[in-house]
């Protein structure tokens, strides 16, 4: 079975600082893996998605994140944190041939001007 | 370029209650997801349809909840009668299967409190 674990429930930031959230997943084979932002009272936003390739990988609004399978870790990363950044970020996991997207708990970003 | 669109988006009503949540996929997409999103249990996928068929139900919590999916363009999300404890934020999801890398789109969600 899939799952994913976002270790930090809650993390805060100042702004101009950088970000960097956890993401752990566990899946048998390649994972498709996705990272969302669901901005207060919104839906969800896909920052950025890795399917193959560069284990790097680059997203909207100024993300990145990189997929190290040794770690079995997605983290997200930004070098200069928006106050319009703070909002709640999850992390998701799909096998390949797998409908089925399975998501993290979240972690809620704030950030201090 | 219109994304998924859910309606209402916000709902209030009385436990016994019927509901009716309404979801438009994105143009095009032949995959259609509905979600739960509590405090308590995170996001849970409900149901997911290909092609307008339901292919797996085994999240829908129990026989007060059914979906359906009429037509390519439609999807709704029914919950007769309601309870309390369905209060939570109903996201509707889309993507376009494609040999593996499709990704979902989700709509901006229905706010359900029911009383």
């Known amino acids: 079975a899939q799952s994913v674990t976002q270790p930090d429930i809650h993390i805060t930031v100042s702004e101009g600082a950088s970000l960097e959230l956890r993401c752990n997943y566990s899946y048998g084979a390649t994972p498709y893996l996705f990272w969302y932002v669901q901005s207060p009272g919104q839906g969800l936003q896909l920052l950025l998605k890795y399917f193959s390739g560069d284990t790097l990988v680059q997203g909207i609004k100024g993300f990145e994140a990189e997929f190290k399978r040794s770690q079995s870790s997605f983290n997200l990363r930004k070098p200069s944190v928006h106050w319009s950044d703070a909002a709640e970020y999850f992390c998701?996991?799909?096998?390949?041939?797998?409908?089925?997207?399975?998501f993290g708990k979240g972690t809620l970003l704030t950030v201090n001007p | 370029d219109a994304g998924v669109i859910q309606s209402p988006r916000h709902e209030v009503t009385e436990m016994g209650q019927e509901v009716t949540l309404r979801c438009k996929p994105i143009s095009g997409h032949n995959s259609l997801f509905w979600y739960r999103q509590t405090m308590m249990r995170g996001l849970e996928l409900l149901i997911y349809f290909n092609n307008n068929v339901p292919i797996d139900d085994s999240g829908m919590p129990e026989d007060r909840f059914s979906a359906k999916m009429p037509n390519a363009s439609f999807s709704t999300l029914k919950i007769q009668p309601s309870e309390p404890r369905d209060s939570a934020v109903y996201f509707c999801?889309?993507?376009?299967?494609?040999?593996?890398?499709?990704?979902?789109?989700f709509g901006p969600g229905t706010r359900l409190l029911v009383l």
């Open positions: 998701a996991v799909r096998g390949g041939s797998n409908y089925k997207l399975t």
């Open positions: 999801a889309s993507s376009l299967t494609s040999g593996g890398s499709e990704t979902q789109y």
